[in-house]
């Protein structure tokens, strides 16, 4: 069946150096969507994107969709403790009653120390 | 702010015991979904709800069942819980996406559910 993988599983980096995660798909996905969980809390959308090559900034974030609809990548310029979480990208697939369902990755966990 | 209520927040119970974990929201979403997920680490579908009498089994095997007589509510059912079923159930729900597969999900704070 279809599968998000996402890499790295954990990354460590200084406050102020930039963090990016990866997300890649077996098959080409209609849309991506980004969740953001901080630890003890619950996923939180963030972004989605729809267009081949698209991308978009929140502030520090920036989001990439690949030209091919199969890859992703979400990368944090300058890292604040505030950005510490697990971030999970997560694409649809078809269930087996014919609905969409979203599939997530393995999830990016952050760790920034001050 | 999204109205999807989980409760309870904690539940802390011994095996053999049977348990209800309950889910509502008030957006009038016709798709709900329960994922398991221990602390860290991924999600694990385990059901989804297209709406009412409408529920189909996740990625992951559960021993858990679940219902939907109410758009509003779906609650996730274990007849004999196991000390293998603790974990965090976080449950979600979403607007239908008319095949657009373009969804965002809205979760609950969870349940962390601890079996000893």
């Known amino acids: 069946g279809q599968q998000v993988m996402q890499i790295p599983q954990y990354q460590h980096v200084q406050e102020g150096e930039d963090f990016t995660t990866y997300c890649n798909s077996s098959?080409?996905?209609?849309?991506i969507q980004w969740y953001k969980q901080r630890p003890g809390g619950h996923p939180v959308f963030l972004i989605q994107?729809?267009?081949?090559?698209e991308v978009k900034k929140q502030k520090r974030l920036t989001f990439q969709f690949g030209e091919a609809k199969k890859n992703s990548s979400l990368h944090i310029t300058a890292t604040q403790t505030t950005d510490v979480g697990t971030y999970f990208c997560?694409?649809?697939?078809?269930?087996?009653?014919?609905?969409?369902?979203?599939?997530f990755g393995a999830g990016t966990r952050l760790a920034v120390h001050p | 702010e999204a109205d999807i209520y989980q409760t309870p927040r904690y539940l802390v119970i011994g095996t053999g015991k049977k348990i209800t974990l309950e889910c509502s929201q008030t957006?009038?979403?016709?798709?709900m979904y329960w994922y398991q997920q221990d602390p860290g680490m991924e999600l694990h579908l385990i059901h989804y709800?297209?709406?009412?009498?409408?529920?189909e089994k996740g990625d992951l095997s559960s021993e858990s069942t679940v219902s939907r007589i109410r758009t509003e509510h779906f609650p996730l059912t274990l007849e004999s819980a196991r000390p293998s079923h603790t974990s965090q159930y976080l449950c979600?729900?979403?607007?239908?996406?008319f095949g657009r597969g373009d969804e965002k999900l809205f979760f609950g704070s969870g349940t962390q559910l601890s079996v000893l």
């Open positions: 957006m009038g979403h016709d798709k």
């Open positions: 979600a729900s979403s607007p239908f996406d």
């Open positions: 709800s297209y709406g009412v009498n409408s529920t």
């Open positions: 994107l729809v267009k081949s090559g």
């Open positions: 098959t080409t996905l209609s849309n």
């Open positions: 997560a694409g649809p697939t078809i269930s087996a009653g014919g609905y969409n369902k979203l599939i």
